[in-house]
């Protein structure tokens, strides 16, 4: 037991809607899934990812609810929703990543067709309007316009470069949960619940 507790992901909520669906914010509850009225399963993956989680292997995926909440049937058809909730989540971030890089491609072929007007207008107005200005005036216009060219280049580029990142990490965690042992089990009643009231 004490082996499994170790490599635990745990979900604490009160309906097994509250795995998919956000609920309304609660902050009188000790979950803090619940407390933030987040989605149980998209709110641990995202924090399993900010610990730097890579996969769910050797890991087993506990939900725990209410007594009360618990059926018969319950664990395979949690089992069942989780694999396909998985499938769908990596289609949606392929389909985002595809998306995104068409965008970033097309914004940086046009940033770099601005950028490649831009040096022309400088060439041209250095040789021109500024031929007789002086080299500080020169070299405050020309910096100015490389501000403009980098803000220009910049945004799609660090979307090319970096955007995907996210989505392909989470695809990494979805794909593995495939594997993942899940378990449906009802929640500890601590002390407090079972001490009779005085």
């Not at 309304?24 to 149980?40: M, R, T």
Request: charged share 20%.
């Amino acid at each position: 037991m004490s082996t499994h507790a170790s490599a635990d992901i745990l979900i604490r909520i009160d309906t097994i809607d509250q795995l998919f669906n956000e609920a309304s914010i609660n902050p009188f509850s000790d979950k803090p899934i619940v407390i933030l009225g987040e989605a149980g399963l998209p709110y641990t993956i995202r924090q399993e990812l900010g610990r730097g989680l890579r996969s769910w292997k050797g890991k087993r995926l506990v939900i725990q609810l209410p007594p009360n909440q618990v059926g018969p049937d319950l664990q395979s058809q949690v089992v069942n929703a989780v694999r396909k909730y998985a499938q769908a989540k990596i289609e949606q971030n392929n389909a985002s990543i595809r998306i995104s890089r068409w965008r970033s491609v097309i914004g940086l072929c046009l940033a770099i067709l601005i950028a490649a007007a831009l040096l022309t207008f400088l060439a041209i107005v250095t040789q021109t309007l500024l031929s007789s200005a002086s080299d500080a005036v020169i070299g405050i216009f020309a910096g100015l316009v490389t501000i403009f060219i980098w803000s220009t280049v910049w945004n799609p580029w660090d979307r090319l470069v970096y955007e995907w990142i996210e989505p392909w990490r989470e695809n990494r965690i979805l794909r593995s949960l495939s594997n993942t042992e899940i378990i449906v089990q009802p929640e500890p009643i601590s002390a407090d619940r079972t001490r009779p009231q005085a």
